[in-house]
């Protein structure tokens, strides 16, 4: 597929996916939408890539709904409108449940849907002078689809206030209510990023992140007893696997397992 908003590439075992509408303020619309679905679903099929980095090209990392966009939104029908939030509900699920570790690297503002966007991913980190914000109630809209992720992220009462005020939060604040693992300067946060995106690629497996994903995905819904029963079947499921043999045979043999 030929990408007209986004760049795709692959350089070693990273898979980088960057937001390319500086002049928009990498903002998103439908066709936006599709094309990060689109590359998502390449990089978890690509057996090259193990660990995905997203980015956003020029001064933001992603400010939201584009204004064309919402003046559309307004014309579309109910189910119109019902069929592209649940493009953006496929896109944000992908993301949370995809079988390799997403990075996000806010270089700049995250905004309203671009907030949504670095809160699926499993790591963020982001520049001092970026900001975070929920913004959707401030133009009479609602925060819906990232709330059901904001909530498991950092519990409701922290949820609560990000969404029901709308406002803007520096890095260093998102970083301690856990949106933002780590506030890099602007300076080193790509080589931070890439170096830490390497170590996940080197020091454990590619079944073993896939299923601990799947894991945390899935058993914050379920009642103790079956999430439980569904850990210990996942437990035995992944001892069976050929990384678990062999990371345990290098461990007795004092040996580094070659993730």
Known sequence: MTYSYIDYTVSGRLGWI?????????????????????????????????????????????????????????????????????????????????????????????????????????????VPAAKIGYTEVKIGFIPAIVSIFLIRKIGEGKARELLLRGNLIDASEAADLGLVNQVVDAAQIRTHVTNFANGLCEQASTNSLAATKSLIAKVQDLPLEAALEYAASQNARTREHPDCKAGIAAFLNKEKPSW
Do not use: W
Request: with cysteine; net charge negative.
């Open 18 to 126: 960057a937001l390319n509408r500086p002049e928009k303020r990498n903002a998103l619309n439908g066709e936006v939408v599709a094309e990060l679905t689109h590359a998502f679903e390449a990089a978890a099929a690509d057996e090259a890539v193990k660990v995905i980095i997203l980015e956003g090209k020029g001064e933001a990392f992603c400010a939201g709904a584009d204004l064309g966009y919402l003046q559309q939104l307004q014309q579309n029908s109910f189910g119109e409108n019902l069929e592209d939030s649940r493009q953006l509900k496929a896109l944000f699920s992908l993301i949370y449940t995809l079988n390799k570790v997403v990075i996000a690297m806010a270089e700049g503002h995250a905004i309203a849907g671009g907030a949504g966007l670095a809160t699926v991913c499993d790591f963020c980190f982001a």
